[in-house]
């Protein structure tokens, strides 16, 4: 039948538009709380395979591992960012020092 020709039912209320997904936590939050990577985006940054990312976070490597479930986990990113800033300051004071 022809979109023009089905007969519409005038006791049937139009359909609701659709509400946006929200993530439930007001807009100011949003500054204040930390950003959480993925293992893979923890592996991108330090350039090694996630596997090894687990097992730094198994062997109590990581700082900022949040753990989500049995297997899954977030590092806080700035967490990430002071190690990469303390090994890098180190690796200066070595470097200096030769």
């Given amino acids: 039948m022809p979109a023009a020709m089905i007969p ?3 006791d049937v209320a139009p359909a609701k538009p659709r509400r946006k997904r929200t993530t ?3 807009a100011e939050w949003s500054s204040r709380l930390p950003t959480m ?8 940054v330090l350039r090694m395979t996630p596997a090894a990312v ?3 976070v198994e062997r109590g490597q990581l700082p900022g591992v949040v ?9 806080r990113e700035d967490a990430l960012l002071d190690l990469l800033r303390q090994k890098s300051t180190s690796f200066a004071g070595k470097a200096a020092s030769e």
């Fill in 67 to 75: 753990r989500i479930g049995r297997r899954r986990v977030r590092i």
């Fill in 54 to 56: 687990y097992a730094m």
């Fill in 8 to 10: 519409v039912d005038a």
């Fill in 37 to 44: 990577l993925t293992v893979k985006d923890v592996a991108r």
């Fill in 24 to 26: 439930g936590a007001p």
